[in-house]
């Protein structure tokens, strides 16, 4: 297990302080501490439009996925005929006894028939160290299991090392409104489209979700800062689970934030800040298809 050692400086608190103004005033914000390897979070929330706010106070990457379970379905069913497959067919790949293709057929064996009706429904992107990331999204009753399965420095996802939980959204409505955007993007395959000015301050990202793959994960988006010395791709490599250093700490460039996926037709939201320098739009393993998109802010 890695240390905590993380102490919020005045930096963070200030980010904390003026990030998402752009956020409605009847905004209903869900606070969510990140750490390694927990999520801090209410146990139930209200249905209808919930701004996640999560603050990484570990010293590895996090995201927070957001799947609903089909009714009937249990967090104790997902652990188990969900999350372990996954694990195995990892152990697989990770001792190099079957390549992506192989280990891809393996886990459409091993994972139920239900797990098609297991819903994602958005969450706060990857977020670096100290960093803060928003999302919003609209959210039907029912039980959900959270997520992150990033990886340890050792290869172990966070999922198994704590960050699967569940959280209960109720009937009860939140009565908030969307944001308001001023950048859209539209997710297809394969393709992340953008508009609007990506200037230097705060931004607000509407992401439709126009198409997914058939197979595989569903087309997210990440914003991940570029330096002097980033390969991007290495970054493109890293966004791919199933290679054997994919989403495994430490990440080769700083993220700031996006969104998870969601079904075809919905829209979520995420805020971010941006600075003068060098950033890429990247989608998780379609980044090697070509989800990936560089921008510069002046
Ligand atoms: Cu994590």
Redesign the pocket.
């Known amino acids: 297990m890695i240390d905590r050692g993380f102490s919020p400086t005045f930096g963070i608190v200030l980010a904390a302080v003026t990030l998402a103004a752009c956020q409605p005033s009847d905004a209903h914000v869900v606070r969510v501490t990140?750490s390694?390897?927990a999520f801090q979070v209410p146990d139930s929330i209200p249905s209808g439009w919930s701004t996640f706010r999560m603050e990484n106070q570990?010293e590895?990457?996090?995201?927070l996925l957001l799947n609903r379970l089909p009714d009937g379905k249990t967090f104790q069913d997902y652990h188990r005929d969900v999350a372990a497959p996954f694990d195995s067919v990892w152990h697989v790949l990770k001792t190099g006894a079957a390549d992506k293709a192989e280990a891809g057929a393996l886990l459409g064996r091993l994972l139920p028939d239900w797990y098609a009706s297991v819903r994602p429904m958005g969450g706060p992107g990857l977020v670096a160290p100290g960093g803060v990331a928003w999302a919003t999204m609209e959210l039907d009753p029912g039980t959900y299991v959270i997520e992150?399965?990033?990886k340890a420095k050792d290869g172990t996802f966070?999922t198994s090392l704590g960050?699967l939980q569940q959280i209960t959204v109720t009937n009860e409505s939140s009565g908030a409104s969307p944001p308001e955007a001023d950048i859209e993007v539209t997710l297809s395959n394969y393709e992340i489209a953008i508009e609007g000015e990506l200037t230097q301050g705060e931004h607000t990202v509407a992401v439709h979700f126009a198409e997914h793959p058939v197979v595989g994960l569903g087309n997210d988006v990440h914003v991940v800062r570029l330096e002097a010395g980033t390969d991007l791709d290495e970054v493109v490599s890293w966004m791919d689970w199933m290679n054997v250093d994919g989403l495994r700490a430490p990440a080769p460039a700083r993220f700031v934030g996006g969104t998870q996926e969601m079904p075809v037709g919905y829209t979520a939201y995420f805020t971010i800040e941006l600075l003068p320098g060098r950033y890429a739009w990247i989608s998780e393993a379609p980044a090697a298809l070509g989800m990936v998109k560089e921008f510069t802010v002046r």
């Open positions: 990140a390694d390897y570990g590895e990457h996090h995201f992150c399965y990033v966070h960050m």
